[in-house]
């Protein structure tokens, strides 16, 4: 079974960069994009897998709820945000390079970011909260599986920001 679990992490991590790149913001290299269904079929795959991998307890599945809520709460915050920017880029599309660097308003950009960041900083706070009764019933095991797939996204997350700025060294 747990030969299983893990391939299973594996096989979604691998797959996960090309799917958060479908994410990112449209421009001519990543014209893809997920539907609201793709999306959500893989916050349910990611959950499934976190679960599986965990393999949690009677008890423990008590404690699940909140869990998958907070990861909903915040794959749909993701979600909104990057629409936010699409948005923005989006109303841009029509001007040239010059034009936009001539209209563009640093202090409305760094109000946006400060409103992701708080955003962002409130989702995993959330998240925190609602993993600590769950994680504080965890054995050393699942602990330790927790752990392998914190590092697993963790790396996973640092491949895609590395695709991105170097897509955006590309076209630059």
């Known amino acids: 079974m747990m030969k299983i679990v893990v391939i299973g992490t594996a096989a979604l991590l691998?797959?996960?960069?090309?799917?958060?790149?479908?994410q990112a913001p449209s421009s001519p290299a990543t014209p893809e994009r997920l539907n609201a269904v793709d999306?959500?079929?893989?916050?349910?795959?990611?959950?499934?897998?976190?679960?599986?991998?965990l393999q949690l307890t009677p008890d423990q599945e008590k404690l699940w709820p909140p869990v998958e809520?907070?990861?909903?709460?915040?794959?749909?915050?993701?979600?909104?945000?990057?629409?936010?920017?699409?948005?923005?880029?989006?109303?841009?599309?029509?001007?040239n390079a010059v034009e936009t660097m001539r209209n563009r308003d640093p202090i409305a950009f760094l109000q946006r970011r400060s409103e992701a960041l708080a955003q962002r900083s409130a989702d995993?706070?959330?998240?925190?909260?609602?993993?600590?009764?769950?994680?504080?019933?965890?054995?050393?095991?699942?602990?330790q599986r927790m752990g392998a797939l914190a590092v697993l996204v963790l790396h996973d997350m640092s491949d895609v920001v590395e695709r991105r700025r170097?897509?955006?060294?590309?076209?630059?």
């Open 166 to 172: 170097a897509q955006a060294e590309d076209e630059d």
């Open 124 to 143: 995993l706070d959330k998240l925190a909260e609602a993993w600590q009764p769950l994680y504080k019933t965890l054995n050393p095991e699942q602990r």
């Open 69 to 95: 809520s907070a990861i909903r709460a915040r794959a749909e915050d993701r979600r909104a945000r990057v629409a936010k920017i699409s948005e923005t880029v989006g109303r841009r599309a029509d001007q």
């Open 14 to 22: 691998l797959a996960a960069p090309s799917i958060a790149s479908a």
């Open 39 to 53: 999306r959500n079929t893989l916050v349910d795959m990611r959950i499934d897998l976190t679960k599986a991998a």
